[in-house]
Structures are given as structure tokens and as C-alpha cells.
């Protein structure tokens, strides 16, 4: 077991047991104590990765950085440098737009060094796309001939690849209720690899290994549906522990594996339990469902929010509001996904989820494009990163207000949501308790002895007194300011000695919602 499979009252023998012993599988974050949420700064570079987790990550409590795919892919000009070009490899070298190979180890040394842990988005399902035509194309510049499936970099060849495996007419996946052409047949044209073969098994687990070796805590799985479980079982079993100069003797890297699963396919999330943790895509699309208060929804049915809602059990959860997929309109969950440009609706479900006990938590970092819309479709969903006009990709920019400049959104970086990892961090291990709602969509409820959270998403003023379960006096209110200095930056929510206090949120607010914990406490 690690850390999330038990009871909160046992969470603390977890964190003894990670000190002394490890994490004997793939289910524990490696996060360190206290530190419950990761965030996905997407796209970002290896250099300016390194500074935010030095300046920001670091010292507000973050635990960790799911990072874009590390190793060589395609070069697109049509249209030009797509962002999901970085998800059609072309070997396994360490270079990207993001950066070299020793920027890299860079990074990943120096966030280490500041306990914040680095989760590299793999790629090892596929390769590039059958239409990638043949030459150096490609971040390192290596040669490849996508027509006869050759990558020397690798070297992979056509004996390496599913093809015979494949039994549709085009040889990509035609029907997703057949469990045999999603894991067997090429998912958007991309080549499939033959994850069943010794040798692609090793070349996989020799990139992994590699970046293991230079500090990486754990891995997103990219496409794990279109992999046979017992494929990646393997795979799993070679994984080296992780290096003793960060991370206590024994540990293994965390997988989170990408499973896109609201029901009625062929495929189950729960077929990856014994693999690793596993992404869920309802926790995403269900909370905008219930925000935007579409089919009647309304957030006093949040109660038993999690398993409750026929989720996956919650030590094998990871859970977001959206992700760089369906905020572009892709993967799972569709319009109901909340994302920056519902800034409003966002914050409030960003609050819930890192307030709420259910799964580990991952925030989203994004970049903004041009949206433009033809018969409801974003036209420039495939838009990559800030970019100059050669392609490389622009640094990220601070501003004197602790925001991000040159295209970049850094929602991680908004003071209602760093501050809400925070609580996430105070809270962790207490009970979910003295839940309230007014049986529409002003809600309450507690964290044990530790944190509180309200939020008015009503039509109505919200004005009432509730049970808090917390000690007795003055509170900074964690979403209009926070504590600096011994006083409160925001709003000052005093608790009296029996745990009730009063909460007054307009329902007209741009964050219509009050946070208190123990440690914004006067």
C-alpha cells in the first residue's frame, strides 16, 4: 500500500512508512509529506521549469510538475508546430522545443533539489503518424522514413509495429466497443507499436530507465487504453527504483495512466488498477456538468462526491478539472469541461477539488491561443505554445503581480488557486465532515479540525452561520488575500469558541467562495 489507500486516519503511518522504507509499487506519488498536489505545467521549458520550481513551486507547497514529452518528435508545418506534434515520437533522445538534454537533467536535478518532483508524460504506445513522410524532420534532427516504419534512432523497423495485428479495412481503430482494434490497430493513423514484443519492451523500458536515472519521480502514461495491461505489466516489472539521492531506498516511480472511460466502450479503467493509478476523466466532466448547473444539476448533490458518483476507488484516482486534452475540445468530457476561459466557474471548481478528500490532484497550466469557432468547433484547437516565428518556443515572462506574461495563463500561479494547493496541503489526512448545503448551490463542508471551505454558486446572497469543526478565533480567508505579516490581506472570518461562524458570499462575486484553514489563522 502507499499513501492514498488508507483510511485519513491512518495517512499518517504512511508518511512514517515512505520516510523509512519506501513505496513497494507504482501507486504512491513520492510526493514529500505534506505536499498533495501536482501541477502540469504544459509545454513550459526546461529552464523556466527549473525557476518556477526554485521561485514558486517550492515554496508554496507543490509537490511536483507533470512535464510535456521529454524525447525527439515530428517537425509539423501543416499547420505550423502544433502542440500535438510532441506526442508523435521519433526516438527517444532527450531533446524537445522544451529543451536539451542537459537542460533537462538540469531541471530535474535542481527542482529535486527544492522537493519538487518531475512526472514525465510518456509516449510509449506509438510513434509518429503514417503520413510523417521520411528525412530529419524532427526535434534532434534524426532521420526516419515514417512509409516503411523505419526509425534508426531507436532503431525500430517495420517487425516492431501491429500491423498484422490489425484486423479493419484502414488499419486504424474503426470501432472503440472492440477492445482488439483499440489496443491492436493505430489510433489516429499513429504507428502502433508491438508492446507484446521482448524487444520493443525493452527499447520502452530503456527509456524509462534513463530518465529514472536522472531524477524523474513517476510517469503519465500517454494513450494506456490502446496498450494490453499485461503488456505494461511488464514493462512496470523492469522499472528501476528510484536514485537514494532524492527519494528513500526502495521507492518506485509513480504511474498515472491515461484511460479516458465515462462508460459504454470496450474498455474499463479498472482493467489498469494493478498497473498504477489511473486518470479519471468523470471527476472532469461531471464537475463542470454540476457548475454550470446543466440537466438540472446543483452542487447540494456534491455530498457524496467521489465513489459515490460511481468514480474509480479513490487510492487509484487521479483527478483535475480539465487537462490539456479536453480543454481543447479533445479526449473526454466535451463542452461541460471548465477551463482559464470560464475564469469564474474555474476557480470555484479548482476550490471544490483541492478542498474535497477524494483522489490525488493535478492543476493545469496552460497557454493561451486564438480561439475561433466554425459550427461551434474551435478552428485552432491544434495551436502550440507562445512562439517566435522560427517555432521555438517563447520563455515564460513573471509580472510584477506574480502573473505570466508572454502567453502563458499559469492558473497555477492565481492566488485562489495556489492557495487552495495550500489548504489542500494543511488538510491532508482529515476527515470530510459538517457538510452543509441549502439543497440548491450554496455548499459547506470541513476538513476535520484543520480547514473549511464555502461556496455560494446560487442566485441568492448567501447569509448563514455554519459549524466549521475549527478552533476558535480570527481567520484569513485563503481566496480574497491570505496571511502575511500577522494580519490578513483579504477578508478575516472570526470562529467562535464553539466552531460556528458566519459566512456572508454575493452570489454576485467573482469568487464567490471563503477558505480557512489553521494555518491562515491569527
Known sequence: FCKGTLPPEKQSILALFAILGGCLAQFGPNTLPGRTSIVHLFEWRWIDIAAECERYLGPNGFGGVQISPPNENIVLTDPFRPWWERY????????????????????????????????????????????????????????????????????????????????????????????????????????????????????????????????????????????????????????????????????????????IDLGGEGIQASEYF????????????????????????????????????????????????????????????????????????????????????????????????????????????????????????????INPDTTCGNGWICEHRWRQIKNMVIFRNVVDGTAFENWWDNGNNQIAFGRGNKGFLAINNDDLNMNVTLQTGLPGGTYCDVISGQKENGSCTGLQIIVEDNGNAHFTISNTAEDPMVAIHVNAKL
Open 274 to 397: 494493478d498497473t498504477g493509478s489511473v486518470t479519471e476523466f468523470k471527476h472532469s466532466a461531471k464537475l463542470g456538468y454540476v457548475i454550470r448547473k446543466w440537466n438540472g444539476e446543483k452542487m447540494a448533490y456534491l455530498r457524496n462526491w467521489g465513489e459515490g458518483w460511481a468514480f474509480m476507488p479513490n487510492d487509484k484516482a487521479l483527478v483535475f478539472v480539465d487537462n490539456h486534452d479536453n480543454q481543447r475540445g479533445h479526449g473526454a468530457g466535451g463542452s461541460s469541461v471548465l477551463t482559464f476561459w470560464d475564469s469564474r466557474l474555474y476557480k470555484i471548481a479548482n476550490a471544490f477539488m483541492l478542498a474535497h478528500p477524494y483522489g490525488f490532484t493535478r492543476v493545469m497550466s496552460s497557454f493561451h491561443w486564438d480561439r475561433y469557432f466554425v459550427n461551434g468547433k474551435d478552428v485552432n484547437d491544434w495551436m502550440g505554445p507562445p512562439s517566435h516565428s522560427d517555432g521555438s518556443t517563447k520563455p515564460v515572462t
Open 88 to 259: 508523435q515520437p521519433i526516438s527517444y533522445k532527450l531533446c524537445s522545443r522544451s529543451g536539451t538534454e542537459e537542460e533537462f537533467r538540469d531541471m530535474v536535478t535542481r527542482c529535486n533539489n527544492v522537493g519538487v518532483y518531475i512526472y514525465v508524460d510518456a509516449v510509449i504506445n506509438h510513434m509518429c503518424g503514417a503520413s510523417g513522410g521520411s528525412g530529419t524532420h524532427s526535434t534532434c534532427g534524426t532521420y526516419f522514413d515514417a512509409a516503411t516504419e523505419s526509425f534508426p534512432s531507436v532503431p525500430y523497423t517495420s517487425w516492431d509495429f501491429n500491423d498484422s495485428k490489425c484486423k479493419t479495412a484502414s488499419g486504424n481503430i474503426e470501432n472503440y466497443n472492440d477492445k482488439y482494434q483499440v489496443r491492436d490497430c493505430r489510433l489516429v493513423s499513429l504507428l502502433d507499436l508491438a508492446l507484446e514484443k521482448d524487444y520493443v519492451r525493452d527499447k520502452v523500458t530503456e527509456y524509462l530507465n534513463t530518465l529514472i536515472d536522472a531524477g524523474v519521480a513517476g510517469f503519465r502514461i500517454d494513450a494506456t487504453k490502446h496498450m494490453w495491461p499485461g503488456d505494461l505489466k511488464v514493462v512496470f516489472s523492469k522499472l528501476k527504483n528510484l536514485p537514494t539521492r532524492w527519494f528513500s531506498d526502495g521507492s518506485k516511480p509513480f504511474i498515472f495512466q491515461e484511460v
